[in-house]
């Protein structure tokens, strides 16, 4: 469903619908979606800018998906699988019956939730989505990574001064000094370390299941992640590639903290061929390896260091084999 066709909810399915007829009620609460037909907006050679629309109200649906996560919505609902009425979740979140309905019912818009009426009651139960990404106990959950978002929205907030003054805003957003550093201060905590990576983890594991089934590695049997977090990539590479073994060059304090991503019951023929290096990419050798991976890294520098970074992979790559840049799609640079 579009975003706009979420918020403007309950608006019949009716080309001849006039806005004088119906209100903008509440979001249906049967199964039936309630959606604003685009010709209805599209009516006499005009033109409703429906792209614009979006992107003006994206910011309340990250922060209605965030505000249900952090008071505990989906892990309610999830605890015995059972729907629930927007007063039992209230009660148990701690929060207003009112809030809380608006809360529930923009979660339903937006395919966070499903609504159902039982016994003339409207109650709520969670999506397959939401069950697999949403819930704590998830092994494949974006917990991590949402729990960033209120610190990312104040970052964002800070966009204009950012351009304005062409430094980057964690500073003013997080209260550092002048000319401070993120890693620094994320590092230079253990709590911080921990919500960063998990952050970083979430995306990853959901991630790297994809992206080694979507491209042949079978030739590879040395890799090295450079700044690889807490091995998601690795785990679920050398799990589809039995030759491989890789090593992970990472910052002390991230190698110190990886034993807490450690995915469970992992076999010992799989955690004995991933390895973690302490180090600083721009500072130490590389390890040796035939296969480079560098996943959210290159962003975060400027071209003097990317330049930097990438001739060292390039100079220490045997002839023939090839550096990954793995976003959300994998790009290949081959060595000649």
Excluded at 269 to 295: C, H, N, T, W
């Amino acid at each position: 469903m579009s975003l706009v066709n979420a918020i403007l909810t309950n608006l019949p399915k009716n080309d001849n619908f006039s806005a004088q007829d119906e209100s903008l009620g509440h979001a249906q609460s049967q199964n039936e979606e309630a959606q604003v037909p685009l010709s209805f907006f599209n009516k006499n050679g005009a033109s409703f800018p429906m792209k614009l629309a979006e992107l003006m109200v994206l910011h309340r649906a990250t922060k209605a998906l965030a505000t249900a996560c952090n008071i505990g919505v989906f892990d309610y609902l999830d605890s015995d699988e059972t729907a629930k009425s927007a007063t039992e979740i209230a009660e148990h979140c701690k929060a207003s019956v009112n809030g809380m309905t608006r809360l529930l019912q923009a979660c339903v818009s937006l395919d966070l939730l499903r609504s159902v009426v039982t016994e003339g009651v409207q109650r709520f139960e969670l999506t397959q989505d939401s069950k697999r990404h949403l819930t704590m106990k998830s092994p494949e959950a974006l917990r991590g990574e949402i729990a960033c978002i209120d610190m990312e929205y104040n970052l964002t907030g800070n966009l204009e001064h950012a351009v304005r003054e062409g430094t980057t805003q964690w500073p003013r957003t997080l209260g550092l000094p002048e000319g401070g550093n993120l890693f620094d201060f994320v590092y230079s905590n253990e709590m911080f370390t921990l919500q960063f990576l998990a952050g970083m983890h979430g995306v990853s594991n959901v991630a790297s299941p994809i992206l080694v089934r979507g491209i042949d590695l079978s030739g590879y049997t040395k890799a090295c992640d450079l700044g690889g977090g807490t091995g998601a990539f690795a785990y679920h590479a050398v799990a589809q590639y039995p030759q491989m073994t890789m090593s992970i060059l990472e910052l002390p304090p991230v190698v110190k903290a990886s034993p807490h991503f450690t995915p469970p019951n992992l076999p010992m023929s799989q955690r004995s061929r991933v390895q973690f290096i302490p180090g600083d990419f721009f500072k130490d050798d590389l390890p040796q390896a035939e296969l480079y991976v560098m996943g959210r890294i290159l962003h975060n520098w400027g071209e003097d260091l990317c330049d930097i970074l990438l001739e060292k992979a390039y100079k220490a790559l045997p002839p023939g084999k090839m550096i990954a840049f793995k976003v959300i799609e994998l790009y290949l640079y081959r060595r000649a």
